[in-house]
């Protein structure tokens, strides 16, 4: 069991029977009535988002899981496959349970985190930043770079995703997993 004050990112809670894990949550205390806590819980198994309110000291079911590294092999009929370097068994994911899945490649390594009780698998987790080769964008303007516009570009993985008008073709960029968003160029 575990309260409001041990809110965390990433802290996986047992509610309404589900596992939820917690992506964004704000303490709030107004100047009346009592302080409560505002979460966006992201269910694991199916993906979807639900925003919920706790009140302030309130406990909470916590689940224990465990998170291991784990290296992208490849993705077929059943799902993605990946390997455990230490053990190599290979676990296959679904692709609910795969998000950003697109901006994954060949040899990647993921976290996947389990259920500590029945060592299920749950869900596969991405670097915060993903570095990948732009395979196509329109050629840009020379001397346009003083604008923040932004123009389409496809990644090696095939991902579609904006990117300021400097870069082109067979550029290394970093990108943002969580938003799709160009974080900067790679030397």
């Known amino acids: 069991m575990a309260t409001t004050a041990d809110f965390r990112n990433g802290l ?82 679904p692709e609910a349970m795969v998000p950003f899945a697109d901006l994954m490649k060949e040899g990647q390594v993921a976290t996947i985190l389990f259920h500590a009780e029945t060592e299920q698998p749950l869900t596969a987790e991405l670097p915060t930043t993903v570095e990948l080769m732009v395979t196509y964008t329109e050629p840009g303007l020379k001397g346009d770079t003083a604008t923040n516009t932004l123009k389409p570009a496809i990644v090696e993985t095939g991902a579609r995703i904006q990117v300021p008008l400097f870069i082109d073709t067979d550029t290394k960029i970093r990108i943002k997993t969580s938003d799709y968003s160009y974080v900067e160029r790679v030397k």
């Open 12 to 93: 996986v809670l047992n509610y309404n029977g589900e596992l939820h894990v917690i992506t964004e949550f704000q303490h709030v205390k107004p100047g009346k009535g009592p302080a409560f806590v505002r979460t966006k819980l992201r269910n694991i198994k199916t993906g979807r988002v639900l925003d919920n309110t706790f009140n302030a000291g309130v406990k909470v079911e916590t689940a224990r899981v465990e998170q291991r590294p784990h290296q992208y092999l490849y993705k077929d009929d059943y799902g993605y496959t990946f390997m455990d370097n230490e053990s190599f068994e290979q676990v296959v994911l």
